[in-house]
């Protein structure tokens, strides 16, 4: 049974002060979870602080993303061996504003996968379709590309450690959300995906979030799905009440 996994991608938003005073209320409501694994992601300014509220709580740290080098004159980048000593434990790798805003293509993103892998950070890796792609029914090609060049050359073992967070673009901070049936459809495919990739038992043990106007009124129909293991979660985790009430409703009963 994969443990569920719900992640706040809080993405440029909140000082230090602001990220300090968030986890030091969010770990008193969520103290006693223990069926869900819990992820605040941070800017990079606030990890450090951040990691010293969170020592020895049940919440997990993570980054929003990292370059692939490990040092250099790369100018205004953050490497991997940088997020670990800042005290990341989770990274997150080709967000669809990465794509969008900065460029970021499946190569980059395997580039960064392996060098996150690499650091011992667990990656987060976010695939999905844009609006005009799900009207031309390119979803499955898509996704399935993204999948393929991601994880090009990324071990069968590696690929257990990895994270799969499927994100459509078209539901990503617009209030429209996938139905719980086409998220599923999605999950699946990347399901399959990965068995033909790595095999039955790597596939099994791989989980996959869902990413999109995720609220705590939605994430309970969206984990009933058997494919369906978390969220990456965005507007909604910059409040501490909606992101407890989305921890708290996720703990269900797969049908």
């Known amino acids: 049974m994969r443990k569920p996994i719900i992640a706040g991608n809080w993405k440029l938003n909140k000082t230090s002060h602001e990220s300090i005073e968030f986890v030091t209320l969010l770990k008193r409501y969520v103290s006693n979870v223990s069926d869900v694994d819990i992820v605040v992601c941070p800017v990079f300014t606030a990890l450090c602080d951040i990691k010293d509220v969170l020592l020895e709580t049940n919440i997990g740290l993570g980054a929003q993303n990292l370059f692939w080098e490990d040092a250099g004159a790369f100018t205004g980048e953050v490497s991997g061996l940088l997020l670990k000593d800042a005290g990341a434990e989770y990274v997150i790798i080709g967000h669809s504003e990465r794509r969008q805003y900065f460029g970021e293509t499946n190569q980059t993103v395997n580039k960064k996968i392996k060098a996150a892998l690499k650091s011992g950070l667990i990656p987060i890796v976010c695939v999905g379709e844009v609006l005009e792609e ?51 459809q999605v999950h699946q495919l990347i399901r399959q995906l990965l068995t033909q990739m790595c095999g ?56």
């Open 134 to 184: 799900r009207e031309q029914n390119k979803t499955t090609k898509v996704v399935t590309t993204q999948m393929k060049e991601g994880l090009e050359g990324v071990s069968k073992e590696d690929v257990k450690r990895i994270i799969i967070a499927y994100e459509p673009v078209w539901a990503i901070g617009t209030g429209k959300t996938a139905t719980p049936g086409q998220a599923q």
């Open 200 to 255: 039955e038992d790597v596939a099994q043990r791989v989980r996959i979030q869902y990413g999109g106007s995720v609220k705590p009124e939605n994430i309970a129909e969206l984990m009933a799905q058997p494919d369906i293991d978390g969220a990456l979660v965005g507007g909604a985790s910059l409040k501490v009440d909606s992101f407890v009430d989305i921890i708290k409703n996720s703990c269900v009963m797969k049908t």
